[in-house]
């Protein structure tokens, strides 16, 4: 990029990040390590494809926007970052779902498992939801009840952990006295991924429909991404986090509804869209209207 105010103030962003401890929940955090490029990596891996050079911020940013808009994902895999997380077993079990990444956790073989546990606080003991067979609902226990299942749950944790040290103290294998820890026990990895492939899990993970645990620990990536990628972060929080697919089904029923909208009165000073948007609007439209 051409402006070196705004390069200034990306390195500074940077820098203030690497290696800062970002807590989550009551024993977890996120650090990132390492990041390799920026926005403008991004700009000059898609501009290789037709050999320009680097162009001016307001020229990158109309081009970051373009790529993720038309889903051109490759160039927002030349940026890569690492972190460094530690989180409770079951958010892991989750998290490594999203396959696309480099992983190595610490061993429980190798090493002993440590006595910190994860206890929800109190707002988040719920009732099973009647409508998602996987979540829970918006109705909080009582809270006196609430707090006895805590103590019952920071009770067995206790117990559960002396146990292990027991079998570890007996001579016990470490693989096999850690068999009965249970699933709130503590873990923590190295985690690198590219940018794409991250924002996937961030679309994922930061709906409102993903579990609560591991939101929080996406709601902090991505806070830590606006700092230091801002125009990668705005391009994907309008048109992949904050946006909607429909079906052809969907589309059939919301049609009629825009059998007439007026293109002719629209402008990038009054929508808020690019020339290129408002025209790639009028394109869905149209085909919307051909169903």
């Not at 591991?214 to 991505?222: K, L």
Request: overall charge negative; some cysteine; aromatic content about 10%.
């Amino acid at each position: 990029m051409q402006n070196n105010g705004y390069e200034e103030q990306n390195i500074n962003n940077v820098q203030d990040i690497l290696g800062k401890e970002f807590k989550v929940l009551d024993h977890g955090f996120i650090r990132l390590l390492e990041i390799m490029g920026d926005d403008s990596s991004i700009c000059q891996a898609a501009r290789v494809s037709y050999g320009k050079g680097t162009k001016s911020v307001r020229e990158d940013r109309a081009l970051l926007r373009y790529l993720m808009r038309n889903a051109h994902t490759s160039p927002f895999e030349m940026v890569e970052l690492k972190f460094h997380v530690r989180m409770p077993i079951f958010v892991a079990r989750q998290w490594i779902r999203h396959r696309t990444a480099n992983v190595n956790e610490y061993s429980g073989r190798y090493s002993e498992m440590t006595d910190e546990f994860y206890l929800p606080q109190a707002d988040q003991i719920r009732t099973q939801s009647q409508v998602n067979k996987q979540a829970r609902s918006e109705d909080q226990l009582d809270e006196t009840r609430a707090n006895e299942i805590i103590e019952q749950m920071k009770d067995s944790q206790a117990e559960s952990y002396n146990e292990y040290k027991e079998y570890v103290a007996e001579g016990v294998a470490r693989e096999i006295a850690r068999i009965n820890l249970p699933l709130s026990s503590y873990t923590e990895w190295y985690w690198k991924i590219d940018l794409h492939n991250l924002f996937r899990f961030l679309k994922l993970r930061m709906d409102h429909h993903a579990q609560y645990e591991i939101r929080v620990y996406a709601n902090i990536i991505a806070d830590i991404l606006k700092q230091i990628l801002p125009i990668s972060y705005e391009a994907f929080s309008d048109y992949i986090l904050n946006s909607v697919t429909f079906s052809k089904s969907e589309l059939f029923k919301i049609k009629d509804s825009i059998a007439n909208f007026d293109f002719d009165n629209l402008t990038p000073e009054n929508s808020n869209l690019s020339k290129t948007e408002i025209a790639e609007l009028k394109n869905k439209i149209n085909f919307i209207k051909q169903l």
